[in-house]
Nanobody
Framework: QFQLVESGGGLVQPGGSLRLSCSAS????????IGWFRRAPGKEREGVSC????????HYEDSVAGRFTISRDNANNTVYLQMDSLKPEDTAVYYC????????????????????WGQGTQVTVSS
């Protein structure tokens, strides 16, 4: 059974950093595109980043490019999202999701590209 579990969220001041983890069980993350999404209060879920299966090519939405870094640890079957220079507008529940294909592709930020989802972890950026 495919399962994803996010962790690492919390409260951080503007300009601070957090590292989110997405741990998988029941399958190997290395064979699938893994995306990070977020849902801010009153807004739709939006994709922020994706890492391709195999070659691990990273993809980022413009709003987080240069501040967030996605990576994968195959030994621990975990994908990470390092978030630096956090802003109040980054406040949201963050979710990881697994697609059924390896490359992230042009539509990596589309919810429809992913089949398996974690429960989410809250990130709050506030002074």
């Amino acid at each position: 059974q495919f399962q994803l579990v996010e962790s690492g969220g919390g409260l951080v001041q503007p300009g601070g950093s957090l590292r989110l983890s997405c741990s998988a069980s029941g399958f190997s993350l290395d064979y699938y595109a893994i995306g990070w999404f977020r849902r801010a209060p009153g807004k739709e879920r939006e994709g922020v980043s994706c890492i391709s299966g195999g070659d691990g090519a990273p993809h980022y939405e413009d709003s987080v490019a240069g501040r967030f870094t996605i990576s994968r640890d195959n030994a621990n079957n975990t994908v990470y999202l390092q978030m630096d220079s956090l802003k109040p507008e980054d406040t949201a529940v963050y979710y990881c999701a697994a697609a059924t294909h390896m490359p992230c592709g042009l539509y990596f930020s589309y919810v429809q590209e992913y089949r398996y989802w974690g429960q989410g972890t809250q990130v709050t950026v506030s002074s």
